[in-house]
């Protein structure tokens, strides 16, 4: 056979192979991270837990209210269709909580005098916008600078500007939100951080740093159920081959 037709036999062959897959995955399938954060947002913060009204009777609420006794059946109605939005496999449904949940905020933080709950109303926002898909990134970045009255929802901030870096594959801004997260060391998502963190290294093409930050998630041997469910994704990641 002539070393031409050999050649040609070569490149064709190289034109066909299907390309390697990636290293790993630079989001995990496995791990719902945006109810993740809603769930231990609640569980630390009393304006983000889940309120008994349903939203309906919040809605209710908010149209018979007048003057700053709207403030409050708006921020749960915000906080109410965020939970709804997260429990809903509808997409469509999903964005119109999420819209809704929006607009609630938004009048809700404006009509607040207390800085706590302008803050947790601003990660509201933050999140619904985050959750229908518009860049948060730079928005997230502003939240951390402006917002002093919730040190929790700057964490989340954090964490959500670090989704959405590690989602459009810019693995080094991913890497460094993160690392102001697990600087928390005590924090139920600091597992959740330093397990990103590793995936933003595999993005990066640094593997050996990035096992190493599985390793040190599988080892936490965590209490809070947040941090045993991320142990588990960082032990099937080191699993893999």
Request: aromatic content about 6%; charged content about 25%.
């Amino acid at each position: 056979m002539s070393r031409r037709l050999l050649l040609a036999l070569a490149l064709a062959h190289g034109a066909c192979a299907k390309p390697p897959p990636p290293a790993r995955p630079a989001v995990a399938a496995e791990l719902d991270v945006p109810m993740m954060i809603l769930e231990v947002a609640a569980e630390r913060s009393f304006f983000l837990q889940r309120p008994g009204e349903g939203t309906a009777e919040l809605e209710a609420a908010s149209r018979e209210a007048r003057g700053v006794g709207r403030t409050e059946p708006l921020r749960k109605l915000a906080v109410a269709l965020l939970w709804d939005a997260e429990g809903t496999p509808d997409g469509r449904s999903r964005s119109r909580a999420l819209a809704a949940a929006t607009r609630a905020a938004h009048e809700a933080g404006g009509r607040a005098g207390d800085p706590r709950v302008q803050a947790e109303m601003a990660f509201v926002e933050l999140f619904a916008a985050w959750r229908l898909g518009r860049p948060v990134e730079q928005r997230a970045a502003r939240f951390v600078r402006t917002q002093r009255a919730s040190a929790e929802t700057v964490l989340y901030a954090w964490l959500i500007r670090g989704e959405a870096s590690l989602a459009a594959e810019r693995f080094d801004q991913a890497a460094t939100a993160y690392r102001w997260v697990i600087g928390a060391l005590e924090h139920p998502l600091y597992a959740l951080a330093l397990y990103r963190t590793a995936h933003s290294y595999f993005g990066l093409g640094r593997n050996s740093d990035a096992r190493q930050a599985l390793r040190e998630v599988a080892a936490l041997r965590g209490t809070h159920a947040a941090v045993r469910r991320v142990e588990a994704a960082a032990r099937a990641d080191l699993a893999a081959p």
